[in-house]
């Protein structure tokens, strides 16, 4: 019987290893300009077509190389970043493994022009699927220039999973913002389909931030450092208030190597407690300088997963450097044992519904004898029994035959939902000192869920989840009909966005604009608010909107929703009612009411249920010993 096992050709082998390091049009940029980082380069240049599907360049002034050096650099395991394996524990180098350009030879077609500083000649190299088609002198300037297209060409499969431009440039802009923080000493520059994206200017790491997060970024960031004999802790945290729904600002690096950590993740998290929501999601940007010998990067191919000799210890640093700053810069209260700790106290935020049941006590508490003095205790007796009497009011007179409530009439006016609540009135006791509602109208929970009473039994409604369904229809509907109704700003405002948000508002403005917004591009990532939708007018915060509406659409742009669908989605979650809003009986029932006139009532677009029912004999159920 024949031999079974042979080697595999070089071209098989290498698209195989291409499999690992070259995922997407992102991880050609990566290595890319990673190599012109290690290569000393001062400047670098990136030029991208059809996010990356069509062209990839990269044009830096680094050391540049011999034609020996460049012809072998796109052979496997080819490296000048280590010896011996022994150096695999001192890397400071973003490469090292000798793969990268091999396995972008292998799935697409590449030029590289590279001369040295001292040569008066440069080489120039053409390769496809690993065979190098040219090799020969030619006139450039000095550093290293490789152009990148047709990703994927000879890998159809490959090619067919690529995402839209849309997503793959985001990820490429992504890879680009991480390596330009990481290096704000360095010019960047990102141009796509000939436009320029990014201009960073060498700067100091602020500034670098503020270039690609926007100008608003500066007022958010609070300095960290700190430094021990085991390693060195510094950069930037965002202020709480600045927190956002959704990731995406989040960096940390190891000697200047990206890493993701959700260990580490989670040490920021802690730092944060009791300042954020669950759900949200602080900037931060925190550089980690540690002895390479104590740290492992050789662990996954593309070297943004990293293990530490000693992680535990990292989680406690960065965790108290963090809250060290949080307390230095009077973000939270600090410990001071000089100080009274009478007034060192901070109060916690009151739930609108904690303070809705506060203001109640405090007005009957104002109405009774003595104001600040409380009932005695007989009164206080003769109050209890008065609310155990009115529980039992009206069982008399139950034959266990509930009709369902009438339904409000049909609403002419959108629905706003915004609640009539008047602190001032509630605080003289002009508010909620009659009687009680009507058992049949429905009531609110905690300030996120509706009570109903219905013919089966009861009917509990998620009003943040419930309203998001009511307007995606809605605007989903507008979108496809291409009519909304606009009401127009006395006063226009602005909103100044970062590059890459900006770069994401210029391809969807056309839709949003279809919604009831009038949106006009300013110039230099500046937008103008000439108008919002009709039901929005006065109720919300514009920029607000538009800002979160963006959050969403990023987050939705691996789901492959059309831009229609994902535009509705992430508007409805931006402008919908939100736990803890208050809402008058009326609203609730129009809420009841609009949820039901849907074409899909029972979940909201992300998936959440808008409502569950008890039944009356499961109630009963459960009362049973």
Request: proline share 5%.
């Amino acid at each position: 019987m024949a031999d079974l096992i042979q080697l595999l050709p070089d071209a098989i082998a290498n698209q195989i290893a291409a499999g690992e390091v070259i995922q997407r049009p992102a991880s050609v940029v990566k290595e890319l300009v990673e190599n012109s980082i290690d290569a000393g380069s001062t400047s670098v240049k990136l030029v991208v077509k059809d996010a990356g599907k069509t062209l990839i360049q990269v044009i830096d002034n680094g050391c540049g190389m011999s034609e020996t050096d460049a012809r072998m650099s796109f052979e496997r395991h080819a490296t000048s970043k280590i010896r011996k394996a022994e150096d695999l524990f001192a890397i400071r180098t973003m490469g090292f493994r000798g793969e990268a350009l091999a396995s972008v030879a292998a799935v697409a077609q590449v030029e590289m022009r590279t001369r040295r500083q001292t040569d008066e000649l440069g080489a120039r190299l053409v390769i496809e699927d690993s065979e190098v088609k040219a090799q020969e002198a030619c006139q450039c300037s000095n550093g290293t220039a490789i152009s990148v297209k047709n990703l994927f060409y000879n890998v159809p499969a490959r090619r067919n999973f690529l995402k839209s431009n849309t997503v793959e440039m985001r990820h490429i802009m992504d890879e680009f913002q991480r390596i330009a923080i990481a290096n704000p000493d360095i010019f960047f520059s990102l141009h796509h389909n000939n436009a320029e994206v990014f201009h960073l200017p060498a700067s100091n790491l602020r500034q670098r931030l503020i270039g690609l997060f926007g100008t608003a970024a500066n007022k958010k960031l609070v300095p960290v450092s700190e430094e021990t004999e085991i390693m060195k802790l510094w950069g930037f945290i965002g202020k709480p208030e600045f927190a956002k729904k959704t990731r995406g600002e989040q960096y940390f690096f190891v000697n200047n190597r990206f890493i993701k950590s959700s260990y580490l993740n989670h040490a920021i998290s802690s730092a944060y407690e009791d300042l954020l929501p669950a759900d949200s999601y602080p900037l931060y940007v925190i550089f980690i300088d540690i002895d390479p010998a104590r740290i492992d990067i050789n662990v996954h191919p593309t070297k943004q997963e990293i293990k530490f000799e000693d992680e535990r210890l990292v989680y406690n640093y960065l965790k108290v450097a963090v809250r060290h700053s949080l307390g230095q810069y009077s973000i939270m209260p600090a410990l001071d044992f000089d100080s009274n700790t009478n007034f060192a106290r901070t109060p916690r935020p009151v739930s609108p519904v904690k303070q809705k049941d506060t203001v109640r006590s405090a007005s009957s508490q104002n109405s009774g004898p003595a104001a600040g003095s409380g009932p005695t205790p007989r009164q206080q007796r003769a109050e209890n029994l008065k609310h155990w009497e009115s529980l039992y009011e009206g069982l008399d007179e139950a034959d266990g035959k509930e009709e369902v409530a009438p339904a409000a009439p049909p609403q002419t006016q959108p629905l706003t939902l915004e609640s009539n609540w008047n602190e001032e009135e509630a605080l003289s006791g002009e508010l909620h000192t009659g009687s009680e509602p009507p058992r049949k109208e429905p009531y609110q929970v905690h300030g996120s869920y509706i009570v109903s009473q219905i013919k089966s039994g009861v009917l509990l409604l998620d009003q943040q989840a419930a309203h998001e369904r009511i307007l995606y229809e809605r605007y989903l509907d507008l979108l496809r009909q291409q009519k909304g109704s606009t009401q127009q700003q006395l006063f226009p405002r602005t909103l100044t966005l970062s590059p890459m948000d900006a770069a994401l508002l210029r391809e969807i403005i056309e839709p949003i604009n279809l919604l009831g917004f009038d949106l006009q591009e300013f110039g230099a990532n500046t937008f103008v608010i000439n108008g919002v939708p009709a039901e929005l007018a006065g109720k919300k915060d514009e920029t607000a909107i538009i800002e979160s509406l963006l959050e969403q659409y990023k987050g939705n742009l691996e789901l492959k929703l059309g831009v229609q669908e994902n535009i509705a989605r992430s508007m409805a979650r931006s402008a919908a009612t939100k736990r803890g809003q208050l809402l008058t009986p009326q609203e609730m029932q129009t809420l009841i009411d609009k949820l039901f006139a849907c074409e899909a009532p029972y979940k909201s677009p992300t998936g959440r249920n808008c409502f569950i029912t008890f039944d009356l004999e499961d109630l009963a159920k459960r009362f049973e010993a």
